[in-house]
């Protein structure tokens, strides 16, 4: 492990160099100028970083990329063997098959297609709750970010007892008020991953709401004078001025929400378990690379999901792009 | 209070009243519903932190779950009492204030040098390293959390006293940070540079004393963000953390100790609920006190991906 840290290391300097020269070379045609003593600083200055970046982020990321490829066996360390795309193969005939990575796929994207317009239109809404003077909006706003600060053990937890089967769970007697007969929520297919969204959405909300009303607050008054003045009403104005002004705000959140959609795990790891109708991508990558200690497989996953995520997040920032 | 109305963008002036008085009542009564469904977890566990195991047993699946313990008023303090002397959860809290302190100054100061470069400074490299840190705000990290435990585990040799580092100094580093320091050091003009490059200041004397009082805003952001992540984090921490010879484990955060003891010890729900409200306050105090901070924060750094 050290040698080939230090040969990557290597390696990762003859790149960097290679860009700085580069960037030299081509500095006339771009009209940059570099200065010495200027660039030294900040080479000084993002060192520190750099080099913690390049141990706890980069190396994990390359060294799970090459395990892709091999059939590392946490168990056996000494016993690691090329196995070139066996995992891919594997992976996909689970997916062919209709196995657990079929499963972990299709709740992945459930979750993805539900969450992400659910918990950014709670967060829109709220913000434009909160969004006005007095000291009742102040504390709703407070307690709008309460889940978010609350720990995820703890809020798991609650929703566990909150939607438990029989007649024990909340939801289940307040239903039967009303004469409907209690249901298993968590466990019946058709209703799991609907209450997940629901919670998660419910949990991170505050959050995106926060970053809404910072967008909020740099929208011109006299923007919304104006458009008073010609007559709009609150409907016109939030088209016409409010989601305008938005718009690079917007973009962020469906960035920052989509990539962490993508990567939910502890929801479903607290409040189910490894379930075939709740499991998740991230929590199969989970289970095969530290519960089975298949490290070698679960690393193929990882390096399937850092595509998608990557393809799908450049669409976006394409689409939405500032023209 | 009416002078700040009037700022406001949904103002409408042509309104009588009493209409005025009936819509602030609505407003009201809507925001109250809406904040008891999002504070539900902290009245749960508010509520069962008074409680003893039959109580408890007894309110589940009904209201009496968000409803204090009037009637046994003892139990409660017994609760918090047993959490605070029995469990030494004062000493957990203490490490994670501990880790949580080192890991907001060191990520101030690594992120924000790297991001005060990125965003002032021309250097040849530079583009590589702006492509970077949108690459790997985008590449899911927990995917390679097994061989970052490997290369922690050979770097330190997984020594007792060692492991502390293991825990703060991944930590320290976070992409997301230097993309928010980033952001926020742009939109700073450049005249108070120059301003201050004019009485003989160096780059790193500018970042100390002109750029760090400008971003107060980012500064609360980041140390708010850094802190409740230090604070809630159990996971990281439970792999690197070894426990002593003697069975304790002195090094562990707050959650880890928590989550440890939940599954050695006989611990009631109403202890639990009682040390998760004592370890609640931390947070909470410094989310409400730097709450108008973090708002500027994302809010000045223009946020564009």
């Known amino acids: 492990m050290i040698t080939s840290t230090i040969i990557i290391f290597i390696l990762f300097l003859l790149a960097f160099g290679g860009f700085v020269a580069y960037d030299l070379a081509t500095a006339k045609r771009r009209k940059e100028v570099y200065r010495v003593k200027s660039s030294a600083t900040a080479y000084l200055m993002l060192l520190p970083s750099v080099a913690l970046a390049f141990l706890f982020i980069l190396l994990p990321i390359l060294y799970s990329l090459g395990y892709a490829f091999t059939d590392y066996y946490l168990l056996e360390p000494n016993k690691i063997n090329f196995t070139f795309l066996d995992n891919f193969k594997d992976l996909f005939r689970e997916i062919a098959e209709k196995g657990m990575l079929y499963n972990a796929i299709k709740n992945t994207a459930t979750f993805v297609i539900g969450v992400v317009p659910l918990q950014i239109m709670l967060a829109l809404l709220l913000a434009l709750f909160v969004n006005r003077p007095g000291f009742g909006s102040k504390i709703f706003k407070v307690c709008f970010f309460a889940p978010v600060v609350i720990s995820l053990s703890i809020t798991a937890f609650l929703w566990e007892q909150i939607l438990a089967s029989g007649e024990g769970g909340l939801l289940n007697s307040m239903l039967s008020v009303f004469g409907i007969p209690p249901h298993d929520w968590l466990r019946d297919p058709k209703t799991a991953m609907p209450c997940i969204i629901l919670l998660s959405a419910w949990q991170g909300c505050g959050y995106q709401m926060l970053i809404f009303l910072s967008g909020l607050s740099n929208i011109r008054n006299d923007l919304y004078e104006a458009a008073s003045l010609d007559g709009a009403n609150r409907w016109h104005k939030f088209w016409l001025v409010t989601w305008p002004g938005l718009r690079s705000t917007f973009v962020y959140i469906l960035i920052t929400v989509f990539i962490g959609a993508c990567r939910i795990l502890t929801q479903p790891m607290l409040m189910t378990g490894y379930m075939s109708h709740t499991v998740t991508l991230s929590y199969y990558m989970y289970n095969s690379g530290y519960t089975e200690r298949l490290v070698g497989e679960s690393s193929a996953v990882a390096l399937l999901m850092t595509i998608f995520i990557g393809g799908i997040t450049l669409i976006q920032r394409r689409a939405f792009r500032e023209k | ?305």
Request: charge should be neutral.
């Open chain 2, 1 to 305: 209070m009416d002078k700040k109305l009037m700022d406001m963008p949904n103002f409408r002036p042509n309104k009588t009243p009493v209409k005025k008085t009936v819509g602030e009542i609505v407003y009201h009564v809507i925001g109250i519903v809406l904040s008891l469904i999002f504070v539900l977890p902290i009245l749960y566990m508010l509520a069962t932190s008074t409680k003893g195991e039959v109580a408890y047993a007894e309110s589940i699946g009904t209201i009496n779950m968000f409803l204090p313990d009037f009637a046994s008023s003892a139990v409660a303090f017994e609760n918090y009492k047993s959490v605070l002397l029995d469990y030494d959860i004062w000493k957990y809290a203490l490490n994670s204030f501990i880790y949580a302190a080192v890991v907001i100054v060191l990520n101030i100061l690594i992120n924000g040098l790297a991001g005060y470069a990125m965003a002032k400074l021309t250097f040849p490299g530079k583009r590589l390293l702006s492509f970077m840190i949108i690459f790997l705000i985008v590449v899911p990290v927990e995917t390679s959390i097994i061989p970052l435990y490997s290369i922690v585990k050979v770097m330190l040799g997984l020594k007792q006293q060692m492991t502390v580092i293991g825990v703060i100094l991944p930590a320290a580093i976070s992409i997301f940070n230097i993309f928010l320091f980033m952001q926020f050091f742009q939109n700073i003009p450049k005249e108070y540079e120059e301003a201050a490059r004019m009485d003989g200041a160096s780059t790193l004397g500018v970042f100390f004393k002109v750029i760090m009082p400008l971003s107060k805003p980012i500064l609360a952001t980041v140390a708010v963000f850094c802190f409740i992540g230090v604070w809630n984090d159990y996971l990281w921490p439970a792999m690197i953390l070894p426990s002593a010879d003697d069975g304790s484990w002195p090094l562990l955060p707050i959650q880890t100790a928590l989550i440890t003891i939940k599954s050695i010890e006989s611990i009631t729900t109403g202890e639990i609920m009682a040390s998760l409200v004592i370890t609640s306050i931390p947070i909470f105090v410094i989310y409400v006190a730097a709450q108008k901070y973090i708002v500027q924060g994302f809010g000045t750094s223009g946020l564009k991906m």
